[in-house]
């Protein structure tokens, strides 16, 4: 046992995919403490907020203490970020146009979009709402309209002035902010990192991840469990007993093969009603409908067992049928009786995905699960809006779950596999 | 039933085994007739594939018997309950083949021994006194049980678990002995100290041996009475000498001449012959 134990940590594959599964274990003990709150918690408002460190305006606005600092590109910098790339990309196209028509001593080909100030400036001098191409549409031409309307007083430096409203109603100054003005991020009360920004309830991505994540391994848990014992103890009494025991088990274990377990699962999920759908309801569906091939393996290498003189031995002691099956036959089977418990893990976990992306998953407002964040991000078209950030990392987690207990299983064949070792 | 004086212990009628139906049809044990009596010492003698481990295997009552009836003590046996297979293997029991593959390599070597005192009947003796009968038994075969004690099977050679195996015996003392080629997977010098101590333990408890083997000689050197297996049938029995010295059916010949003698140069164009026959 000690031994087999020790060779199964040597096998390089196991120790990869064990130490993935560790890593993701702590992640999910740790992450809460050091981020505490409901995952579920609505903070944005709004959908999709992009990942990144949120700093309060407020806050910012109201420090105490500015530092002046003097850059000499921050002028530069602050008007590059006011023109996106697409917006570049459009002005370009302006230009293009403009200088077929009217020819003039600007290089196109030499110009560098991303400098802000001649992008600018050449734009004051050429662009006229009025002109009209005939290859443009009228869509294209209303968007570089509020690309212009967005331009104007870019190139001016004036300083913010902050006022406050008086007893009587009317405005005073109180402070202004110069352009050289710099707060402290660790002297600002309120930040919000939000590495994966927000989903479409505007929901932190991570913190709803993480805990979607224990769900869903919960989930394949519970499943992978339910199945494992059914499977086993099937397999075992149609194995060992043999005659009308087995040819019952495998009648009954044939038609749920032959019947698509995912069908089963919709069905099933479909008539408990969407009320009494928890995560461990999922769960027990998703483990009472996938023990077939655990059945069916389990009872072919029993067969292959039950004529084995030391189970003939057994009998001879006068041991009972459950006493055989438990100390003789099962230890036996034991290390492929795990690597079927990994991979029924494995597919109850897919199993709830694939579950979730259809609205038969786990009731909806109470836990997280990665199949319901998958399918929130496709109800609200994420990838089409451009927020891969909703659906992608969850994507990435569930196939590094699937690799990484694929991999614990295939370590652990070769170890236990002879014709496998090297 | 009884000759010389000694009483039917095992015997059998039209004992059939059929596996499998239709076309996958295999009759491994073809309406054997067998009377084996108290004390005595019985060879089957076959080939491999002349159904004499299935015939062990329905003796031992592990596989059911298509047809014919098996009468153990003069009685019609009757095993269907677990109790009463329980109380059947009290009175029968068996060294098998291999054994490296005749242990449980997950239970070490004191629980297959204790097993057998609880068996007879001793679960409520006090520890020491089992430890007692425990290393009686292993000292019978030459094995210190403080040796062995807290080890697996697997740590012992081949011989050691064999005798292992005939110290379990000795522990249970059944009425019969069915050893299914005990020493064919062992090397030759183990092979008489495991034969020896078999008829020792035979001298001992005054229980009856069906030595099952495919070695003809040695079952001339040490049986009573033959029997010669071919494909599920037994084709020639009777006293050991009278069946080896002056065999009669074809198949004994062979067998006889298919073993090699040490003193005269191995005939091919002989050993050809009877391969083809």
Redesign the interface.
């Known amino acids: 046992?000690k031994n087999s134990l020790a060779q199964v940590f040597k096998s390089g594959k196991f120790l990869v995919g064990f130490s993935i599964i560790v890593a993701i274990v702590l992640a999910i003990i740790v992450y809460p403490l050091l981020v505490p709150g409901n995952p579920l918690e609505m903070i944005g408002v709004g959908t999709f907020f992009k990942p990144g460190t949120y700093i309060s305006a407020y806050d910012a606005v109201n420090s105490r203490s500015f530092y002046t600092l003097n850059l000499t590109d921050a002028a530069a910098k602050r008007v590059a970020s006011k023109l996106s790339d697409a917006d570049r990309e459009v002005m370009l196209e302006w230009f293009t146009l403009f200088f077929e028509e009217n020819p003039g001593d600007v290089d196109l080909e030499e110009m560098d979009i991303n400098d802000t100030q001649t992008l600018v400036t050449l734009w004051w001098e050429t662009y006229d709402p009025s002109i009209r191409f005939d290859s443009m549409t009228s869509a294209k031409r209303k968007y570089i309209a509020r690309v212009d309307a967005q331009l104007e007083g870019i190139l001016e430096d004036a300083d913010v002035i902050i006022a406050a409203e008086n007893d009587d109603g009317t405005l005073s100054q109180s402070s202004v902010i110069l352009g050289t003005d710099y707060v402290n991020v660790s002297d600002i009360a309120s930040v919000r990192i939000l590495p994966l920004g927000t989903d479409n309830f505007g929901r932190d991505v991570l913190k709803q991840m993480i805990s979607a994540c224990r769900t869903s391994l919960l989930i394949g848990l519970i499943a992978g469990t339910i199945a494992t014992l059914i499977g086993l103890v099937l397999g075992l009494l149609s194995g060992y007993v043999g005659g009308i025991v087995d040819d019952v088990i495998m009648f009954v274990t044939n038609l749920f093969t032959v019947i698509p377990s995912f069908v089963l699962l919709i069905l099933i999920s479909f008539s408990i009603g969407q009320e009494q759908r928890g995560a461990r309801v999922v769960a027990v569906v998703i483990g009472v409908t996938s023990w077939v091939w655990t059945t069916r393996s389990v009872r072919a290498q029993v067969v292959s067992l039950r004529n084995?003189?030391?189970v003939?031995?057994?009998?001879?002691?006068?041991?009972?049928?459950v006493r055989i099956l438990i100390?003789?036959i099962l230890?036996?089977i034991a290390s492929y009786v795990i690597m079927a418990f990994i991979l029924q893990v494995c597919s109850g976990i897919l199993a709830e995905a694939q579950l979730s992306m259809l609205g038969l998953g786990p009731k909806t407002t109470q836990v997280p699960t990665l199949g319901l964040m998958m399918y929130w991000a496709m109800a609200y078209a994420a990838h089409i809006n451009g927020a891969w950030w909703a659906y992608f990392p969850i994507v990435i987690l569930i196939a590094i779950i699937s690799f990484s207990l694929n991999l614990m299983n295939t370590g652990l064949d070769q170890v236990f596999n002879p014709q496998l070792r090297d | 039933m009884s000759e010389n004086g000694k009483s039917l212990v095992l015997s059998g009628s039209g004992v059939t085994k059929i596996f499998g139906s239709g076309a996958k049809k295999v009759v491994a044990v073809n309406k054997v007739d067998f009377e084996f009596h108290e004390k005595e010492l019985v060879s089957i003698v076959g080939e491999s594939g002349s159904g004499k481990t299935t015939l062990v295997?329905m003796l031992?009552g592990?596989i059911s018997v298509t047809e014919g009836d098996i009468y153990f003590m003069g009685e019609k046996r009757d095993i269907r309950s677990?109790r009463q297979?329980?109380e059947y293997?009290?009175g029968i029991?068996?060294i098998?083949?291999?054994p490296f593959?005749?242990?449980?390599?997950?239970?070490k070597i004191d629980s297959?021994l204790l097993?057998?005192i609880n068996?007879r009947g001793g679960r409520s003796l006090p520890r020491p006194k089992k430890i007692e009968m425990i290393t009686e038994a292993c000292s019978f075969v030459n094995l210190k049980y403080a040796e062995l004690t807290n080890k697996y099977p697997f740590e012992l050679s081949g011989g050691q678990q064999q005798r292992l195996m005939i110290a379990r015996i000795f522990l249970l003392k059944p009425k019969i002995l069915l050893a299914d080629e005990p020493t064919s997977m062992i090397d030759a010098c183990s092979r008489a100290t495991i034969l020896d101590m078999l008829l020792g333990l035979r001298n001992e408890t005054g229980m009856m041996i069906i030595f099952v083997t495919h070695d003809i000689g040695l079952a001339y050197y040490i049986s009573d009475s033959v029997y010669i297996m071919e494909r599920g049938r037994f084709v020639e029995s009777g006293k050991a000498d009278a069946v080896i010295l002056s065999p009669s059916a074809e198949y004994t010949k062979r067998l006889i001449n298919d073993v090699p003698k040490i003193h005269s140069p191995w005939d091919f164009t002989k050993a050809a012959e009877g391969a083809s026959v």
């Open positions: 046992m084995r003189d030391h003939n031995l057994s009998k001879l002691s006068g041991h009972s049928l100390m003789d230890p036996y | 295997k031992l592990l677990r297979k329980k293997w009290k029991q068996a098998f083949q291999d593959s005749s242990y449980n390599m997950f239970h297959v097993d057998c068996m």
